[in-house]
């Protein structure tokens, strides 16, 4: 259910039905790990000779001596400050481009599904509620992970520029108050609102060679091979985009058939009341069809949901890799200061202090975090860089990142190694050395 709740779950298809196949591989896989896990230590112990595993021959001091452990703890930690600084830069990425101002606005704007509707009909009768402000047709939704592409030439012979494109009318720049910096808007009745006439951005400006916005207006350029239309107005750079890569060339085109939502702005005194008055006149519009709406943020945090299964998935991973991290810590070192218990009773009978005997005890943990942060740290550096640098906006890899995944560390080598080490201090001499 965990994972079937996701949104990705329903974008993917995936199939998690809990069946007596899925429980059967499930064992077979625990199975198969349990006996790859147990071969290294059978095939070590069962190599022993007998005569000599009788007197001892084969002693702690010996295997001590084996580094394999060490390297063990080292990998494991590793791992777990790689994916601890990974988890959090993906979170803190995330949730700079859902935050980030995207340059148009989207509060108390519900979207409609025209589900085939005449939009021109429903914007007539919207118009006569006293809260709806403003309503623009469109076929796309900003933000929302779809898109529509054309080819684009300033002459026949140039290379074609791949431009964004939205289907809209005259009312869109002033519903998500985009900034027309040169121009004019589409003019229905001056011949500027037909499919003859284009709105393209600053960045589609700079692709296209022209020297400045003003540059580019009254230009003709070319649409797929031969359609030529007008450039009427050039609005402000706006992300209509993920904030993954830098802004696309846009075009705005008036083609009202294409028209997919109603967009409508709202006063946003009683939201609830408004949206049922809504409801109310789409009942009367179109009464076989359901009222399907959305509010703006509403649909863009629908389609963001999808990042932020990421950040729970790969959270999950980091929190399963530290756990197995602190056993595989805790095994060990309850094993290294059990071999070292009579040295621990004799010191402590010479007068050796409490904290003493847990610094000596924990010193050579100390050393393999250390290799291990060093390690650890240099790897997250250069592997969230790489994918970090893909980002036309992106956050900075900030000491903060380096200090949590620190502190995460510390706390489960003190509250691990050091618990052990303070049992061990604590532990009654004569017990220990009883058998001496």
């Excluded at 349990?34 to 071969?39: N, S």
Aim: net charge negative; aromatic share 12%.
């Amino acid at each position: 259910p965990a994972f079937e709740g996701l949104q990705m779950s329903s974008l993917l298809d995936w199939d998690l039905k809990m069946t007596g196949k899925a429980y059967l591989q499930f064992f077979g896989f625990s199975v198969l790990v349990g006996l790859i896990t147990g071969i290294f230590p059978a095939l070590y112990m069962s190599s022993f000779k007998p005569i000599q595993a009788m007197k001892n021959v084969i002693s702690s001091n010996k295997l001590s001596k084996v580094n394999l452990r060490k390297a063990l703890i080292v990998c494991q930690f590793v791992i777990s400050l790689v994916l601890i600084v990974s988890s959090t830069l993906v979170y803190k990425q995330i949730k700079f481009m859902i935050e980030k101002d995207h340059g148009y606005a989207k509060e108390n704007i519900i979207n409609i599904d025209l589900q085939g509707q005449d939009f021109e009909i429903l914007n007539t009768e919207l118009e006569k509620l006293p809260f709806v402000n403003t309503i623009s047709g469109t076929n796309n939704i900003p933000n929302t992970g779809m898109h529509y592409d054309e080819e684009v030439r300033r002459f026949s012979p140039d290379e074609p520029i791949t431009f964004n494109f939205f289907d809209v009318d005259d009312n869109y720049i002033k519903n998500l108050n985009l900034s027309l910096i040169a121009g004019a808007n589409f003019i229905p009745s001056q011949g500027t609102g037909d499919e003859k006439a284009i709105i393209i951005n600053e960045t589609a400006v700079a692709k296209l060679g022209f020297d400045n916005p003003m540059a580019a207006i009254g230009e003709q350029v070319i649409v797929k091979d031969s359609t030529k239309v007008n450039i009427a107005g050039v609005v402000k750079d706006y992300n209509f985009m993920i904030l993954y890569a830098e802004i696309n060339p846009l075009m705005l085109r008036y083609r009202p058939q294409n028209f997919r939502y109603a967009q409508v702005n709202l006063s946003g005194f009683d939201i609830s009341d408004e949206i049922q008055q809504i409801e109310n006149v789409w009942a009367e519009f179109d009464p076989n069809h359901d009222f399907e709406f959305k509010t703006f943020q509403g649909q863009i945090d629908e389609f963001n949901a999808f990042f932020f299964d990421i950040i729970y998935i790969i959270g999950l991973i980091s929190f399963l890799s530290i756990s197995i991290a602190a056993l595989g810590l805790l095994g060990i070192a309850t094993y290294s200061i059990q071999i070292r218990l009579k040295e621990v009773s004799v010191r402590k009978v010479l007068g050796a202090s409490v904290k003493g005997l847990v610094l000596l005890l924990s010193k050579s943990f100390l050393k393999l975090f250390a290799i291990a942060m060093v390690i650890g740290f240099s790897l997250a550096y250069l592997g969230n860089s790489a994918w970090l640098n893909g980002f036309a906006y992106r956050v900075n890899f900030g000491i903060d990142i380096f200090l949590i995944a620190a502190g995460a560390m510390i706390l489960i080598g003190v509250s691990t190694i050091g618990l052990q080490a303070l049992r061990a201090t604590r532990a009654n001499p004569a017990t220990s050395l009883r058998d001496d």
